[in-house]
C-alpha cells in the first residue's frame, strides 16, 4: 500500500501552460497518476499566450515527489518552471529569528536601549542579580539543548542535523505559550561537558529543556543539572511524554467512567 499523501512530501510547482483549455485538466490527471494529491493552486502570472500557475501537490514519499516533479515537466501544453520542496523552502535559513520589543528609532531610544543608559540597568542587577528577571529576557526564555543523540526516530544524527528540530521546538514554545526559547546543540556526548556547558549558560535563561538526549545519560544529565541550577530543567522526552500519556488516560477515564486505579495498563512497543 502505497504511503498516504502529506504535506511534509509536498512540492510548490510552476508550470506554464498555453491557452488549451484541457491544458490545466491533463496536467492535475497525470499529477494524480503519478502518486501526488493536488492540494491547491494559483495563477502566478496571466498573460495572453500563457499562464504561469503555482499547484501544491502532495506526496507519501521522496521518490513520488520526483516522480511528481519529472511528470509536470512531461505533460504536453505544459512547461515546468520550478519544482520546490516545501518542507526544504520552509526550513531555508532557519525557522525563528531574533526580533526586538522596542523600536530604535530615534537617538534618545538608542542611548537608553544601548550605551549610555544601559549602563544604569546593569548597576542595578548587579547589586541586586535577582533583577536580571525583570530587566532581561532571562524571565520568559528557555534554552532548548541537544546532542543530537536520539531525535525523534531518527536516533544519533549529531548536533547539526538536530537544529532543525531544536528549531521546531522553540517555535512551539513561543507560538503556543509566548515563551522565547533559543536552540543550543552541543558537540559532545560526555555527560560532564554537557552538564558544564548548561551551566554555564544558565545565566541567561529562565529554563532549560533538554531535548533528544539518548539514555540512560539524559537522567544523569538532567538529575546533575537539577541539583546545579536554580532554574527549572525539564528533559522533554521523559517528562513531556509522561504528561501527554498521563493527560490520554485520565480523560479516558473521564469518558468511560472508570478510575485510573482500576485499570490495566499495557504497554506496546
Do not use: W
Amino acid at each position: 500500500m502505497p504511503p498516504t499523501p502529506s504535506a511534509q512530501f509536498s512540492l510548490d510547482l510552476r508550470v506554464e501552460l498555453g491557452r488549451d483549455p484541457d491544458s490545466l485538466a491533463r496536467l492535475t490527471a497525470a499529477l494524480e497518476e503519478a502518486g501526488g494529491v493536488v492540494a491547491g493552486g494559483e495563477v502566478v502570472e496571466p498573460g495572453d499566450a500563457a499562464t504561469v500557475r503555482s499547484l501544491i501537490v502532495q506526496a507519501g514519499d521522496r521518490p513520488t515527489m520526483e516522480a511528481v516533479a519529472r511528470t509536470a515537466g512531461a505533460v504536453d501544453g505544459a512547461t515546468l518552471l520550478e519544482a520546490l520542496d516545501r518542507t526544504l523552502e520552509l526550513h531555508r535559513g532557519g525557522k525563528i529569528y531574533t526580533g526586538l520589543v522596542t523600536a530604535l528609532d530615534t537617538r534618545d531610544d538608542l542611548s537608553m536601549a544601548y550605551t549610555p543608559g544601559v549602563a544604569r540597568v546593569c548597576l542595578d542587577i548587579a547589586a541586586e542579580p535577582e533583577l536580571a528577571r525583570e530587566f532581561t529576557i532571562r524571565s520568559n526564555t528557555v534554552a532548548v539543548v541537544s546532542d543530537g543523540s536520539a531525535v525523534l526516530g531518527l536516533g544519533d544524527i549529531g548536533p547539526y542535523a538536530a537544529m532543525p528540530v531544536m528549531e521546531g521546538k522553540c517555535m512551539l514554545f513561543k507560538e503556543f505559550a509566548g515563551i522565547n526559547a533559543f536552540p543550543i546543540c552541543l558537540d559532545s556526548k560526555d555527560p560532564d561537558e554537557i552538564v558544564a556547558a548548561v551551566r554555564l549558560m544558565a545565566p541567561t535563561f529562565g529554563g532549560i529543556n533538554l531535548e533528544d538526549i539518548s539514555s540512560p545519560r539524559c537522567f544523569e544529565i538532567e538529575a546533575r543539572l537539577q541539583q546545579a541550577l536554580d532554574v527549572p530543567v525539564f528533559h522533554d522526552d521523559q517528562h513531556g511524554t509522561a504528561i501527554v500519556v498521563l493527560a490520554a488516560l485520565l480523560n479516558a477515564c473521564r469518558l468511560t467512567g472508570r478510575r485510573l486505579e482500576d485499570l490495566r495498563a499495557v504497554m506496546v512497543g
